[in-house]
């Protein structure tokens, strides 16, 4: 298989993360001597604070302060020492506790990320499976990434999608015991509810369905003894249901509860789950503030704390629907979350909040999805009303600003939210009489020396390229290989062309830059089902093509502007067409229009590296070798040059029928063994439409041992005039491959043609780039831009990477 760089999850996060945090919106200090939970100091200034997660305000209570610090005064900062041997003497206490609230027995954890790392895996059985909604939390998902190491299954569904999750079903439910579908109760960020009657429904439909749900942000404030959002809208917990609630938080305290009806499980949980055996206990401090909040809970005095706190709620409702704020869920949950679409308007948003003297929370990737950045505003009890109201005053006054500011509107944030806006798209747009942007949808409606004068210099983007591959892929009968061509042309008010490009709209694999791992799972699934997580993409560019799919004129004063100016453009389009991608392409790694990109909402990703050959005139095999590096001219001469004499080579315009065919066979064996770039199969007539084109030409090298055959490899190559030589496409006979060291040989073959034409740079693209170095090309890191709806490719793709053993299993 070609080896490729592919993009690094990890890498990805730290990026948009290291933005923010330059931004000063991110990993800040509270300053403050003394905290009472209305209001935080933050680089001197004192604001009030909306950024809470203890809702009910119970962190400041004076009985729960007063109850650690006896606690400590009793018996000391710690117990240290395993539960498996001794829990120290105000566990046994807390435990019993927290079965009143419940009426259930609770294991206890030291917090709910390690509770799930107990609970999942000694709960998943190696015959059962794993559906997990998208946005449940990191917790859960990071404790799933166990199971596949067992080859469980563990698959995801986009966010609360019940058609989807029935689907999975479906395809599990004849090759599992139990599927446990994982979710929050109340989710952290847009502050929205797990679909409780929904789900119940289905364990009715299907026995094998089982419910695992991280209520952590619906605890206190929600149910009975402030049992949470779950234990509320369920009544009775029944046995397919396992529920991770929290000491944390609302609660006051610190650590988590786990919470399942059968003993058995209980007892397996807490023999067998390793944090629960291996880590150290709560300390004695924070267990006896648990006590203190559990009597609370267990009073009637809870009521009046959750009353209060829905008060303040509910006024907080009342205030913003006095506008038309984009609240991106609207309920009675502590959350609120108003959406920004861009991070560049939620950094704006949030200084002018923080200037006001109030403290938010951005809500960004990969909490979200990127184009569904915001603010998460969190109410508490300690917010008095007016603090509410100022709140409620200062975001209706900033909101319109932050948007003005950042070229953001209210409706780029309800399309990117999927919430109700009319979608209207035009053709020609002008910014105060600057530019003008002009969409055409065929490259002949565009004046063809113009866009040889600013295109047609790259690959195999001049006029009779483009018109090859809207012939191919514009009416293309299959889906796979359709797609729409979009040109776009921005001008300034004279006339002068600054910026010139082209997108298309077609289906897309999702794992296409994944690992050939992934790749090689999901091709078994689409046996049976073609279009297995797949998406519609909008994209500069072409799947067909590579290198730099637009031109702009960077010394020109409105260059960032216009690029701006596209960026609108192509994203009313993506929104027009309700794509589920828009990808901007081949961009180099270190650019200018870096920052401007990832600020409209996208973030980046790295792609395979491009390798040009820039192939100064020479005469003979020997100055050829002559040019490259030492270890790379030893290459040459050891392991291409011997082996040329071997094969006849001839170059061909047009192949007869028989030719097409056996040309075809051997592109798919490239194919079937290069899951590298994994892009839809090419159909036959890609290449018979080749054969109409005068600027195609093909590199037929035949073995002269292989009498059965006419031809061992093809090169099928674009010839861009004088400017560029581009070996699209390749095919092999891997009964030759390796022994005659044939690969090596069809690239050498392609410089060689090059070199006879004249044509001083040869675009050898993508993929194998060790090989394609060692003749003597320039590699260049690329990066691409991604925008989606929501996170749900990028982390299906991250939950199956490198899962050998699901593949075997």
């Known amino acids: ?14 990026e948009v993360l290291s933005g923010a945090k330059n931004e000063g919106v991110l990993h800040l200090y509270a300053e403050d001597k003394i905290l009472t939970g209305r209001t935080i100091q933050i680089k001197g200034k004192e604001m009030f604070h909306f950024g809470t997660t203890g809702y009910l305000g119970l962190e400041q209570d004076e009985r729960l302060k ?27 206490e807390l435990e019993s506790k927290i079965e009143q609230m419940y009426g259930i027995p609770p294991i206890i954890t030291k917090n709910s990320t390690l509770g799930h790392l107990a609970v999942i895996p000694t709960l998943i059985r190696d015959e059962d499976a794993v559906i997990m909604d998208h946005q449940v939390h990191w917790s859960v998902q990071n404790a799933c990434q166990l199971l596949k ?36 109760g109340v989710y952290s960020m847009f502050g ?51 529920v991770v609630s929290t000491l944390s938080k609302t609660f ?3 650590g988590a509860t786990v919470f399942c009806k059968n003993q058995k499980l209980r007892d397996k949980i807490k023999n067998f789950g390793g944090p629960l055996t291996f880590s150290a206990q709560l300390e004695p401090a924070l267990v006896a503030a648990a006590i203190a909040s559990a009597n609370i809970h267990l009073s009637s005095e809870i009521e009046t704390k959750q009353q209060d706190l829905a008060n303040k709620i509910g006024y907080f409702n009342q205030l913003l629907s006095k506008g038309n704020l984009p609240i991106i869920s609207k309920n009675d949950s502590p959350v609120f979350f108003l959406g920004m679409a861009t991070p560049i308007t939620a950094y704006n948003f949030v200084h002018r909040l923080f200037k006001e003297g109030f403290f938010l929370n951005l809500g960004i990737y990969p909490a979200v999805p ?30 319109p600003k932050a948007l003005e500011q950042t070229n953001n509107s209210e409706i780029k944030i309800r399309q990117a939210f999927g919430l109700e806006s009319k979608i209207v798209e035009s053709n020609v747009v002008n910014q105060d009489l600057e ?43 299959e889906s796979t290989n359709q797609c729409d061509f979009y040109y776009y042309t921005i001008k300034d008010h004279k006339g002068e062309i600054i910026l010139m490009t082209f997108f298309t709209y077609g289906l897309w694999k999702d794992d296409m830059l994944a690992t050939e791992s992934v790749s090689l799972q999901l091709e078994e699934v689409r046996k049976t089902n073609p279009l297995y997580l797949t998406s519609k993409v909008l994209s500069m560019g072409c799947l067909f093509t590579e290198g730099s799919h637009y031109y702009i004129n960077e010394q020109h004063p409105l260059a960032e502007k216009a690029f701006k100016l596209l960026m609108d453009k192509v994203e009313e389009k993506y929104n027009f067409l309700k794509a589920d991608m828009l990808v901007l392409r081949d961009f180099e790694e270190k650019n200018r229009w870096n920052k401007t990109i ?32 030492p270890r790379s001219r030893k290459h040459f001469i050891k392991e291409i040059l011997p082996y040329e004499n071997l094969y006849d080579v001839i170059i061909k315009d047009k192949l007869n029928k028989s030719e097409i065919e056996r040309a075809y066979q051997l592109y798919n064996n490239v194919k079937d063994n290069n899951y590298a770039i994994n892009t839809f199969r090419y159909t036959k007539e890609i290449f018979e439409n080749m054969n109409e084109s005068s600027n195609w030409e093909f590199i037929l090298v035949s073995l002269k041992k292989d009498s059965e055959n006419p031809f061992t490899g093809v090169m099928f190559c674009y010839k861009n005039e004088k400017n560029t030589y581009v070996p699209e496409l390749i095919g092999m006979d891997y009964k030759w491959a390796k022994e005659y060291q044939l690969y090596r040989q069809l690239l050498f073959q392609t410089i060689k043609r090059a070199n006879e034409l004249e044509i001083s740079t040869v675009d050898f693209g993508v993929s194998a780039t060790f090989e394609k170095r060692k003749l003597g090309a320039t590699v260049t890191p690329k990066v691409a831009y991604i925008q989606t709806k929501d996170n749900f490719a990028m982390e299906a793709m991250n939950t199956l990477q490198n899962d050998y053993k699901s593949i075997k299993k």
């Open 192 to 242: 929205d509810y797990a679909p409780i009657p929904e789900l119940l429904e289905l364990t009715k439909k299907y026995n094998q369905l089982n419910l695992y749900f991280d209520d952590v942000h619906g605890m206190s404030w929600k149910g009975k003894n402030g049992t949470g959002f779950i234990f509320d809208a369920i009544k009775e917990l029944p046995e397919n249901c396992i």
């Open 598 to 629: 990832l600020d409209q909402g996208y973030f980046s990703i790295n792609m395979p590296e491009s390798c040009v050959v820039k192939n100064d005139k020479w005469n003979s095999s020997e100055e050829f070798a002559d040019r490259l590096s």
């Open 435 to 477: 530019l003008s942007i002009e969409e055409k949808t065929s490259i002949h409606d565009i004046n063809e020396s113009e866009w040889n004068n600013f295109m047609g210099k790259q690959n195999m983007f001049n006029y009779e390229g483009m018109v090859y591959l809207e012939k191919t892929f514009s009416k293309h009968k």
């Open 370 to 399: 990127i184009k569904n950045t915001g603010i998460r505003i969190t109410l508490s009890s300690h917010n008095q009303m007016q603090d509410i109201k100022a709140l409620s005053e200062a975001i209706e006054y900033h909101f």
């Open 1 to 14: 298989m070609a080896k490729i760089k592919h993009n690094n999850f990890i890498d990805t996060v730290d």
């Open 66 to 92: 007063e109850a650690a610090i006896q606690a400590i005064r009793d018996y000391g900062t710690q117990f240290p020492l395993s539960k498996s041997y001794i829990s120290h003497p105000l566990y046994s």
């Open 149 to 184: 190491l067992r080859g469980i299954p563990v698959e995801m569904i986009r966010h609360s999608n019940l058609n989807m999750l029935e689907d999975k079903i479906k395809q599990l439910i004849g090759k599992c015991n139990k599927i446990w579908y994982m979710a929050d």
């Open 252 to 254: 006051g305290a610190s």
